[in-house]
């Protein structure tokens, strides 16, 4: 399995991005993906989640109603379109892939769920 993230950049606050993923090597019809970001000296914290099988999504309370993942069936591809940017926003960002959704939320959320890992893109805003 092979995750190529892109999508990253330099943006002000307020600004946009959207974040792509793009998977190969393996049928995505079971799998859940998510959005992970990483700031310098911080742990790894869970930003979206979506299972492709219904596109059902979760997302952490401080990208709610600014962030919106979304998956493409053709193009096996999520993205993560990012509005209303903030500088604490800015991140390494990390996508993701469970082989099996896991219907458990709180596993959902833990990078240990995912066996599958992006190169990562940085998003930087500036203040």
């Known amino acids: 399995v092979q995750l190529q993230a892109s999508g990253g950049g330099v943006v002000p606050t307020g600004g946009s991005l959207r974040l792509s993923c793009a998977a190969s090597?393996?049928?995505?019809?079971?799998?859940?993906m998510a959005w992970f970001r990483q700031s310098p000296g911080k742990e790894r914290e869970f930003v979206a989640a979506?299972?492709?099988?219904?596109?059902?999504?979760d997302y952490v309370d401080s990208v709610k109603g600014r962030f919106t993942i979304s998956r493409d069936r053709a193009k096996t591809t999520v993205y993560l379109q990012m509005e209303s940017l903030k500088p604490e926003d800015t991140a390494v960002y990390y996508c993701?892939?469970?082989?099996?959704?896991?219907?458990?939320?709180?596993?959902?959320?833990?990078?240990?769920?995912?066996?599958?890992w992006g190169q990562g893109t940085q998003v930087t805003v500036s203040s």
């Open positions: 993701a892939l469970d082989p099996i959704y896991n219907v458990d939320w709180i596993s959902r959320t833990r990078p240990p769920t995912y066996d599958y």
């Open positions: 090597g393996r049928s995505l019809g079971s799998s859940g």
């Open positions: 979506i299972r492709w099988s219904t596109a059902s999504t």
